[in-house]
């Protein structure tokens, strides 16, 4: 049985003919070139979304909850941007203790951080549980916990040189997340990936002596759910620049200063109606992208697609307000209707406004990443 879907009254035809070769190339062909056009598309979505591949699939993992507590509260259920100053710089990156140790240690790999990104906030966050039944007596009410970054060991010495990042009070019996801002070290770690040793967490009363780790307890990689386990959060920005609209309409400007539609066909063909036979106005029409068909479903958390939009119609004269015409455009519009000069087309119904949208996934080392892309969605058309 052939791969492909053709009939058995179609090759008899074809044996016929005698050029039934000929036409089995061509079918091949023809698939072989879907199949390329398929592939060279995917790998220009990748480049928008500033990959190279896919990252790898590792199986169905949970993202950390405050991963997707931040992807809700910047983005709506279809990924689009709320507001583009909630989120600090352009993407966010969570990352899992890896040493996974029993001591309040914790260290954190950034390989998948590119250099050219720019660090704007680190922040360690630690699950505080709470203290065992036995203690809850004690006279202690709050505690200092200082995050050190930990250093090269000292040569005079042989000890354990560390720096300190943070320091700060909290109520000794108190349970949840506590966060220390580690900037610094970060900072320090992307500069000389070798520099990072890791960070060290010391709890201290307010007299100044160190407390039993039995009484103040921060949840581990190794004994506690994924849930509650250290955590590195990252706030870069990738340095993406906006693909304003003016350097679009710069782009398609002609040689004589008209500015041309992205199709090289005319406006009849594009916005002539066939059912009403009238041509349609210039308007929003839905353009859905679904990551499940793209084959990017097992690595993508949220959304699993979103409504691009695109823009369709004419923008006929007189142009009306509805159109949401610029003075450019208006005007363009009446040379064109009085023909007064050769080569000047209508106007063309373009985005006139763009949102980004908001990507939560898994990278290829299972670290989960909220990243921000500008210009994915055609908020509303015009005639430009």
């Known amino acids: 049985m052939l791969m492909f879907a053709i009939s058995f009254a179609s090759l008899l035809c074809a044996a016929?003919?005698?050029?039934?070769?000929?036409?089995?190339?061509?079918?091949?062909?023809?698939?072989?070139?879907?199949?390329?056009?398929?592939?060279?598309?995917?790998?220009?979505?990748?480049?928008?979304?500033?990959?190279?591949?896919?990252?790898?699939?590792?199986?169905?993992?949970?993202?950390?909850?405050?991963?997707?507590?931040?992807?809700?509260?910047?983005?709506?259920?279809?990924?689009?941007?709320?507001?583009?100053?909630l989120l600090e710089g352009n993407t966010v990156r969570s990352f899992f203790d890896k040493l996974r140790s029993e001591q309040v240690e914790y260290r954190f790999n950034l390989s998948t951080v590119a250099r050219t990104e720019k660090i704007l906030t680190a922040e360690l966050h630690l699950f505080k549980l709470r203290p065992q039944a036995s203690l809850t007596f004690n006279r202690h009410h709050f505690c200092q916990v200082s995050v050190y970054?930990?250093?090269?060991?000292?040569?005079?010495?042989?000890?354990?040189?560390?720096?300190?990042?943070?320091?700060?009070?909290?109520?000794?019996?108190?349970?949840?997340?506590?966060?220390?801002?580690?900037?610094?070290?970060?900072?320090?770690?992307?500069?000389?990936?070798?520099?990072?040793?890791?960070?060290?967490?010391?709890?201290?009363?307010?007299?100044?002596?160190?407390?039993?780790?039995?009484?103040?307890?921060?949840?581990?990689?190794?004994?506690?759910?994924?849930?509650?386990?250290?955590?590195?959060v990252l706030f870069t920005d990738d340095g993406r620049r906006s693909t304003s609209l003016e350097k679009n309409k710069r782009k398609q400007k002609a040689p004589n200063g008209s500015f041309t539609c992205p199709s090289s066909r005319s406006a009849r063909s594009v916005d002539y109606s066939e059912e009403e036979g009238v041509s349609s106005p210039c308007q929003r029409m839905p353009l859905y992208v679904d990551f499940e068909e793209i084959g990017w479903s097992g690595w993508i958390v949220s959304p699993r697609g979103y409504n691009a939009y695109h823009c369709k119609g004419s923008c006929p004269f007189p142009l009306g307000q509805n159109m949401r015409p610029t003075n450019h455009a208006t005007v363009q519009s009446i040379?064109?209707?009085?023909?007064?000069?050769?080569?000047?087309?209508?106007?063309?119904?373009?985005?006139?406004?763009?949102?980004s949208i908001n990507l939560l996934y898994f990278d290829d080392d299972e670290n989960v990443v909220l990243k921000q892309y500008n210009d994915m969605v055609a908020g509303s058309c015009g005639c430009h």
């Open 335 to 355: 040379i064109n209707a009085l023909k007064l000069m050769k080569g000047i087309e209508t106007p063309c119904c373009v985005p006139d406004k763009l949102f």
């Open 16 to 85: 016929a003919a005698r050029p039934s070769l000929n036409y089995l190339e061509n079918h091949f062909a023809a698939e072989n070139e879907s199949e390329e056009v398929r592939s060279a598309a995917i790998k220009r979505l990748l480049e928008v979304f500033g990959m190279e591949d896919p990252p790898a699939i590792h199986g169905h993992k949970q993202a950390p909850q405050y991963m997707l507590d931040l992807y809700n509260t910047v983005a709506d259920v279809d990924g689009v941007t709320k507001d583009p100053y």
């Open 149 to 232: 970054q930990l250093l090269d060991t000292s040569v005079n010495n042989n000890t354990q040189e560390k720096k300190l990042l943070s320091s700060r009070l909290i109520p000794v019996h108190s349970t949840g997340w506590e966060v220390f801002t580690i900037t610094q070290a970060v900072r320090s770690w992307m500069v000389d990936e070798g520099s990072n040793l890791g960070l060290h967490v010391v709890v201290r009363t307010l007299g100044g002596s160190q407390m039993d780790m039995k009484m103040i307890r921060f949840a581990s990689g190794r004994n506690h759910h994924q849930s509650k386990q250290p955590m590195l």
